[in-house]
């Protein structure tokens, strides 16, 4: 019976620590930026920091998620967008962002296109998901499930994606 009731509460602890990693988590995304564009940000505020899109994709449900995404290209900027709402032209909100050159903006915690692997390590690495990071080639702050994903070429940043990158 003991061996029973232990079990019990060691998993309890357990649960209470997957939970609180989880809270952490999501908390981190929430303070999550590259420059002034965050996830969930409507698309009125998009469109004043950066002007209208240089082209938009078609409206696809996505059914993972039961919403609609639309695909907004700023080249100018070295941004992609991806854009939902819960119907169909509905009302557009930041699902997900990806930035190559040229952008010259940065994550919340300073990272840009060109930064050094050193760099993001400082940066990120209290939040780094060593198992789905792949040294000298992507490293992963937060998951994958969401969070930020730094692409390398050469020991630099390539590539940054903030969102949910597995479903």
């Given at each position: ?105 940065a994550t919340a915690r300073g990272i840009h296109i060109g930064s050094t692997i050193a760099e993001v390590t400082t940066a990120y690495g ?42």
């Amino acid at each position: 019976m003991k061996s029973i009731s232990r079990n019990f509460i060691l998993g309890i602890f357990a649960m209470a620590a997957c939970c609180n990693a989880l809270g952490a988590d999501d908390k981190f995304l929430e303070n999550e930026a590259l420059g002034k564009i965050k996830l969930g940000q409507k698309a009125a505020d998009v469109t004043a920091l950066l002007g209208q899109p240089d082209s938009k994709g078609k409206d696809a449900e996505w059914d993972a998620i039961g919403e609609w995404v639309q695909e907004w290209r700023f080249k100018s900027h070295g941004l992609v967008l991806n854009m939902s709402s819960k119907s169909k032209a509905g009302a557009k909100t930041v699902l997900m962002i990806t930035a190559t050159a040229p952008s010259k903006l940065a994550t919340a915690r300073g990272i840009h296109i060109g930064s050094t692997i050193a760099e993001v390590t400082t940066a990120y690495g209290k939040v780094q998901d060593k198992e789905e990071s792949e040294s000298g080639k992507t490293f992963v702050a937060g998951s994958i499930y969401g969070g930020v994903i730094f692409t390398f070429d050469d020991g630099k940043v390539e590539r940054i994606f903030i969102g949910a990158a597995a479903e």
